[in-house]
């Protein structure tokens, strides 16, 4: 719960991109888009765990409810 | 006070990490943004609750209605996100959506707020006829 979440993504986006950039080469280009895809999603399953913290504690301090 | 040289470094270090991928992947770096962005609200609102807790005994002691201070805090707590949630949407260059986030706050804010206001204008029709009377 720290900065390494915000390492791990940029991790993730290094491979994705490096991914995307060999099949293009190799001309699988629709294999590139899935490859961006699946970075995608997993980066935003990271994030929807934070921003679920991030809204607990939100409520609990604020009382929104 | 030591958070907020956590608050600097991953600040500084997110943005590195954005502009980073922003040339190959530019929806990851929005992604980190939305990352940096929710790590420091965490670290805020902690410093925020000590705040809320002090408001709270202080009200209590002068016997203030507490809902005031409640629409106070819920008021606080809207902009809070809001802000956080337009801002992001502004980076990632949607402003249109921003504004709406935005508008979406002001009209929470407003809905919490009348009760408030009726109550003030009540006060002020309550002395006005008061004074009317003499």
Same mark, same amino acid.
């Given at each position: 719960?720290?900065?390494?979440?915000?390492?791990?993504?940029?991790?993730?986006?290094?491979?994705?991109?490096?991914?995307?950039?060999?099949?293009?080469?190799?001309?699988?280009?629709?294999?590139?888009?899935?490859?961006?895809?699946?970075?995608?999603?997993?980066?935003?399953?990271?994030?929807?765990?934070?921003?679920?913290?991030?809204?607990?504690?939100?409520?609990?301090?604020?009382?929104?409810? | 006070?030591?958070?907020?040289?956590?608050?600097?470094?991953?600040?500084?270090?997110? +943005? &590195?990490?954005? /502009? $980073? @991928?922003?040339?190959?992947?530019? =929806? !990851?770096? #929005?992604?980190? *943004?939305? +990352? &940096?962005?929710? /790590? $420091? @609200?965490?670290?805020?609102?902690? =410093? !925020?609750? #000590?705040?809320? *807790?002090?408001?709270?005994?202080?009200?209590?002691?002068?016997?203030?209605?507490? =809902?005031?201070?409640?629409?106070?805090?819920?008021?606080?707590?809207?902009?809070?996100?809001?802000?956080?949630?337009?801002?992001?949407?502004?980076?990632?260059?949607?402003?249109?959506?921003?504004?709406?986030?935005?508008?979406?706050?002001?009209?929470?804010?407003?809905?919490?707020?009348?009760?408030?206001?009726?109550?003030?204008?009540?006060?002020?029709?309550?002395?006005?006829?008061?004074?009317?009377?003499?």
């Amino acid at each position: 719960m720290g900065i390494e979440i915000v390492f791990k993504i940029a991790g993730i986006g290094i491979l994705i991109a490096i991914i995307c950039q060999l099949l293009k080469q190799t001309g699988r280009d629709d294999m590139a888009m899935l490859a961006a895809l699946a970075g995608l999603v997993i980066t935003l399953m990271m994030i929807i765990d934070l921003i679920a913290t991030l809204f607990e504690n939100v409520k609990q301090v604020f009382q929104l409810y | 006070m030591a958070s907020l040289f956590k608050v600097i470094g991953i600040a500084l270090t997110a +943005a &590195a990490a954005s /502009l $980073l @991928l922003r040339t190959y992947r530019p =929806e !990851l770096s #929005v992604q980190i *943004a939305v +990352a &940096a962005g929710t /790590l $420091l @609200l965490l670290l805020t609102v902690d =410093e !925020l609750k #000590v705040m809320s *807790a002090f408001l709270n005994d202080m009200f209590e002691r002068t016997g203030i209605k507490t =809902e005031y201070l409640k629409a106070m805090v819920k008021v606080l707590g809207i902009a809070y996100l809001a802000q956080f949630a337009a801002d992001l949407c502004r980076d990632a260059g949607e402003s249109a959506v921003a504004g709406k986030v935005e508008l979406a706050g002001r009209v929470m804010i407003l809905a919490i707020s009348l009760p408030i206001l009726g109550a003030i204008l009540e006060l002020v029709s309550g002395i006005v006829t008061s004074y009317a009377a003499v």
